[in-house]
C-alpha cells in the first residue's frame, strides 16, 4: 500500500485535507439539484488509490485502535458500513498526509477517533 500511494499520489504531504481526498476520490460529492437533497456519494479521483486505501482500511478498522473506535463510533450513529469505511479511509488519507507534510512518525496521541 505504502509503494503504491508513494508512487501513484506524489503529491502526499503538499496538499490540504480537501485537496488529498477529492484527488483520492474519497471526498464526499453532493447530488442536489434545486430543493431535492440526494445522497452524497464518492466519485472521480484516482482508482488505484482508492483500490489501495480501501483494502489498508478494511484491515486498520480491524487492527488499528484509533481506525477501529472511529468505525465503531460511526456505525453506533447509525452510518452504513460502506460510509463508515468510506470515511476511514478519508480519516487514514489525511493522517497520511499529515505525517509525510511534518515528518512525524505515527503517534496514536495525536489522532483521536
Known sequence: ???????????LGRLNRRE?????GVAPVANDSGN???????QGG??????VLY????TAARYNPVIRAFYERLRAA?????????????KLL????AMVRTGKPWDPSLHRA
Open 20 to 24: 488529498i481526498a477529492a484527488l483520492a
Open 46 to 51: 484516482r482508482f488505484e488509490i482508492r483500490r
Open 78 to 90: 447509525g452510518k452504513l458500513p460502506k460510509v463508515a469505511l468510506v470515511a476511514c479511509m478519508r
Open 55 to 58: 483494502m489498508a482500511t478494511l
Open 1 to 11: 500500500a505504502s509503494a503504491t500511494l508513494i508512487a501513484q499520489l506524489p503529491e
Open 36 to 42: 431535492r437533497k440526494g445522497r452524497r456519494r464518492v
Open 94 to 97: 489525511t493522517t497520511l498526509n
